[in-house]
């Protein structure tokens, strides 16, 4: 009996031992991890196959509006990553409050997909609300709209928002994690 038990013990040892060798690969994969850019917490998740090669490369995997990065985790790129090795980042944007002035519409230079918004805010009522491309409004005043949404900046305009810039932001977890993870 003293044997049965020193064999089994044993096998559970060697066996949560080779399972602790594949959770170092692997750990990291698929949790929220933060990450401290001008001042504020941001989230990304990434997967690393469990081959990562030094010359590997980074492919960041942006989430649409209005959505987040867990469902760009479940996209499949896990798998894409194990097959063709590389690190696969999918970073989280964060809530942005943008204070809009319907005034804009008739800035020269407003990029023509924007005026149809910015005509709506225009005629908002303080206390109104309502939603446009995926955004939820609230008229603070007349003619002026605020809106929290999760979205990437399209460009670095980032005075409509928090002042945090998505592109400086990318560009700084990038280089952590090619510093991270020893990628050339």
Known sequence: MKIFLSAMMLISVLSSHAQNEDDK??????????????????TYKIYRPKNLP???????????????????YITGFNELSEKYGFLAVYPQSHKKEARLDGALAKQTGMPQHLIPMFEKI????????????????SCKSNGIGVTRVVMWNETNEDSL????????????LGSTLQENFQID
Do not use: Y
């Not at 928002?161 to 700084?172: K, N, P, R």
């Open 161 to 172: 928002f928090d002042g945090q810039s998505d592109i400086a932001f990318l560009t700084s």
């Open 54 to 72: 030094s010359n590997a490369p980074m492919v960041f995997l942006l989430h649409g509006q209005g959505s987040s990065n867990r469902w760009t």
């Open 122 to 137: 225009a005629e908002c009522q303080k206390g109104e609300l309502f939603s446009f491309m995926a955004m939820d409004f």
């Open 25 to 42: 690969t692997n750990s990291i994969n698929g949790e929220d991890r933060i990450f401290l850019h001008g001042g504020i917490e941001r």
